[in-house]
């Protein structure tokens, strides 16, 4: 077991589940130090990565976890990877490896490796150890901490799934160098989220450092990583499971970003449809009177500034309704979307009337 613990960036309380986050560059040459120092008895892993991520940067993890004597399991790339079949492959995978309960499943890729691979850990054995170390910047500023799992239906996205924390978060930022700009964006948006719901001074050093993010530089955004998790922890924290009404607001811009990320087949990325999603529960915060017209026209500047369209693609409403009624926030197929109230303040959670939606969504429409 190699030694060396350098210290966490955060830690997420959660008692038994509580686990320590890493975050920096060079942190991915030292997992196998992190896992050891973590779970000494731990045998066996299987790293779950995708093609891309693999070809990158899969010999450094497997290098750094030879202790554990690592199987390297590969998964498409992008969100065609999150399916029952690829979930069942991946646990023939385990079984094929000899993975018992001290095993431990490493995620190394983006959201889509993360929700997969994590899903499949946590039903293996009734769930064996998952190390999250996420690689784009989506999955490092937000869907690496929580325990989400998820796979997605054709019906809607992330229908079936689990809460199963991991047991380290491992975010090498120095990985962050080969992400195309467009992925840069697509995770912005989740820290432009982050920023309007519980952090305005977040949301300003965004708006600021536009161009440094965007330009790659690995000081500003190992930053934006670090105030991003806090935010992120403290819902979870607050609500692991999403039954007190705190993590809920974590959905901003997820209703109608879902649906279009659905409806657009894979055209737009995760992060794109969050920052349209954001954009028309605001609008309709604005016409609801509980959001600052101001408001809206900032978080409206911060999101272009960082190079995301705030307009929805055109999409038909009616299959967009059809969508949002499956969103796991709906009631008796009543929609309910999170509002924001102001900058840097708690968004609540209001039922929409469809037409009141739609005219939203039409408002905000390109084409
Ligand atoms: N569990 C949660 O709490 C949570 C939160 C937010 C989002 N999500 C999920 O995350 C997913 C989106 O994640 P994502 O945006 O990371 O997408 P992704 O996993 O599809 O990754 C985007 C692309 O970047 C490539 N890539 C990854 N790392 C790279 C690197 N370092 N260099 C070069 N290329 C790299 C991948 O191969 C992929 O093609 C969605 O499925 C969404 O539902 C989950
Ligand atoms: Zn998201």
Same mark, same amino acid.
């Given at each position: 077991?190699p !030694?060396l613990n =350098?210290s966490?960036?955060?830690t997420v309380?959660l008692g038994?589940?509580g686990y320590?986050?890493?975050?920096?560059?060079r942190?991915?040459?030292?997992?196998?130090?992190?896992v *050891?120092?973590h !779970?000494?008895?731990?045998m066996g892993c299987? @790293?779950?990565?995708?093609?891309s991520?693999?070809?990158?940067?899969? *010999?450094l993890?497997?290098d750094?976890? +030879?202790?554990l004597? =690592?199987?390297?399991?590969? @998964?498409?790339?992008?969100e065609?990877a999150?399916t029952?079949?690829q979930?069942?492959?991946?646990?023939?995978g385990?079984v094929?490896?000899g993975l018992? +309960?001290?095993?431990?499943v490493v995620?190394? *890729?983006g959201?889509?490796v993360?929700d997969?691979?994590?899903?499949?850990?946590s039903?293996y054995?009734?769930g064996?150890?998952?190390?999250?170390? =996420?690689t784009?910047?989506l999955?490092?500023a937000?869907s690496?901490?929580?325990g989400?799992? !998820?796979v997605?239906?054709?019906?809607?996205k992330?229908?079936?799934?689990t809460?199963s924390q991991p047991?380290l978060v491992?975010?090498d930022?120095?990985?962050l160098?080969?992400l195309?700009?467009r992925e840069v964006?697509?995770?912005l948006?989740?820290?432009v989220k982050?920023g309007?719901?519980?952090?305005?001074a977040?949301?300003?050093?965004?708006?600021?450092?536009s161009?440094?993010?965007?330009?790659?530089?690995?000081?500003?955004?190992?930053?934006?990583?670090?105030r991003?998790l806090?935010?992120?922890?403290?819902?979870v924290?607050g609500?692991?499971r999403e039954?007190r009404?705190?993590?809920v607001?974590?959905?901003?811009?997820?209703?109608?970003g879902h649906a279009v990320e659905?409806?657009?087949g894979?055209?737009?990325?995760?992060?794109?449809?969050?920052?349209?999603?954001?954009?028309v529960a605001a609008?309709l915060? @604005?016409?609801?009177?509980?959001?600052?017209?101001?408001?809206?026209?900032r978080q409206?500047?911060?999101?272009r500034?960082?190079?995301?369209?705030?307009?929805v693609p055109?999409?038909d409403?009616r299959?967009?309704?059809?969508?949002?009624?499956r969103?796991?926030?709906?009631?008796?197929g009543?929609?309910?979307?999170?509002?924001?109230t102001?900058?840097?303040?708690?968004?609540v959670?209001?039922e929409v009337?469809e037409?009141?939606l739609?005219? !939203? @969504?039409e408002?905000?429409?390109? *084409?």
């Open positions: 077991v !030694a =350098p966490p960036a955060l309380n038994e589940r320590p986050v890493y975050v920096g560059p942190v991915l040459e030292g997992l196998g130090a992190l *050891g120092a !779970a000494p008895d731990a299987v @790293v779950v990565t995708s093609e991520v693999g070809r990158l940067y899969g *010999g993890a497997a750094s976890l +030879r202790w004597k =690592p199987t390297v399991l590969t @998964v498409p790339d992008g065609q999150k029952w079949d979930a069942s492959a991946l646990i023939g385990f094929a490896a018992d +309960r001290r095993g431990t995620a190394l *890729g959201g889509t993360g997969l691979a994590g899903f499949a850990a039903i054995l009734r064996v150890r998952l190390v999250q170390a =996420p784009t910047l999955s490092q937000d690496c901490v929580g989400k799992t !998820a997605n239906l054709s019906e809607a992330n229908l079936v799934g809460f047991a491992a975010a930022t120095g990985l160098r080969s195309p700009r964006a697509s995770g948006a989740e820290v982050h309007v719901i519980a952090d305005g977040l949301f300003r050093m965004i708006g600021d450092r161009r440094e993010f965007l330009g790659g530089d690995e000081e500003a955004l190992a930053a934006a990583v670090r991003s806090a935010v992120k922890a403290s819902f924290e609500d692991e039954t009404g705190l993590r607001c974590l959905n901003y811009g997820h209703t109608v659905r409806l657009s894979g055209g737009v990325r995760h992060g794109e449809a969050v920052a349209m999603g954001m954009d609008s915060a @604005v016409s609801r009177g509980l959001l600052p017209e101001k408001e809206l026209s409206r500047l911060v999101l500034g960082v190079g995301l369209d705030t307009r055109g999409v409403a299959e967009l309704l059809r969508v949002a009624r969103d796991k926030k709906a009631q008796g009543r929609i309910r979307l999170v509002l924001p102001g900058i840097g303040s708690r968004p959670l209001e009337a037409p009141e739609v005219r !939203a @969504v408002e905000n429409m390109v *084409g």
